[in-house]
């Protein structure tokens, strides 16, 4: 069955460093997003990206994050200058043609140290 | 803005049904999901309905919606010790270039034998 898959699984940075994280999204799905959860709380939207652009971002994506489909298949998403407070669960997701159903991949845990 | 309540903890005896209840504040909501979260794992869509059906059946799983309410309730029957985890009711919205998600905090399910 075809799946979303996150590299790396889980990353430590300092901070101020840059991180990339990378997600494969499903093959054949035309929407993307990134999400993130801290720890014990709700998962927040991010961003989308559908035909090559940002089609919207919520008020925590700012200019430290940015999001790349560099080829056909990978979609990351770079933080710039990680802070402490973006230590967090990132989850990437895409959606088919028709938008119904948002799958996830199982997420690349992000500790700022 | 878009706002999805749930309560946190459920806790039911194995072969019980569980209900799990939500409410949401967005009208425009076009699909209404059910995501499964087992601890340290990514999320899992279980099932989705649209927001003209009152009712959802998929095996063990029953989605009920009530528009005029904004209420939506997941009931699993013959609850087992695997259906412990967080589950997460969301919404989405109305779409266009984007088909982001809304979820609520979730809901712990505990299982007890």
């Known amino acids: 069955e075809p799946e979303v898959t996150q590299t790396p699984s889980h990353q430590v940075t300092q901070m101020g460093q840059e991180v990339i994280l990378r997600c494969v999204p499903i093959?054949?799905?035309?929407?993307f997003y990134w999400y993130r959860q801290i720890l014990g709380q709700k998962v927040e939207f991010l961003v989308s990206?559908?035909?090559?652009?940002?089609?919207?971002k919520s008020e925590i994506f700012d200019d430290q994050f940015s999001v790349e489909r560099p080829d056909g298949s990978n979609f990351t998403l770079k933080i710039r200058s990680t802070k402490l407070e973006d230590s967090a669960m990132y989850f990437c997701?895409?959606?088919?043609?028709?938008?119904?159903?948002?799958?996830f991949g199982q997420g690349t845990r992000l500790t700022v140290v | 803005g878009e706002d999805v309540e749930q309560s946190l903890f459920l806790s039911v005896r194995e072969g019980d049904s569980s209900v799990i209840n939500c409410t949401y504040t967005?009208?425009?909501?076009?699909?209404l999901y059910w995501y499964k979260q087992e601890p340290g794992a990514g999320l899992q869509l279980l099932t989705y309905?649209?927001?003209?059906?009152d009712m959802k059946q998929d095996q063990r799983l029953t989605v009920l919606l009530n528009k005029k309410d904004k209420h939506l309730s997941l009931r699993i029957a013959d609850t087992q010790t695997g259906d412990s985890a967080i589950y997460f009711c969301?919404?989405?919205?109305?779409?266009?270039?984007?088909?982001?998600?809304?979820f609520g905090k979730g809901t712990l399910l505990t299982v007890n034998p």
């Open positions: 990206f559908y035909n090559n652009e940002i089609s919207e």
């Open positions: 309905i649209f927001s003209n059906m």
């Open positions: 967005d009208s425009s909501s076009t699909y």
């Open positions: 093959s054949n799905h035309l929407y």
């Open positions: 969301a919404e989405r919205g109305s779409g266009g270039s984007n088909y982001k998600l809304t």
């Open positions: 997701a895409s959606s088919p043609r028709t938008g119904l159903g948002t799958f």
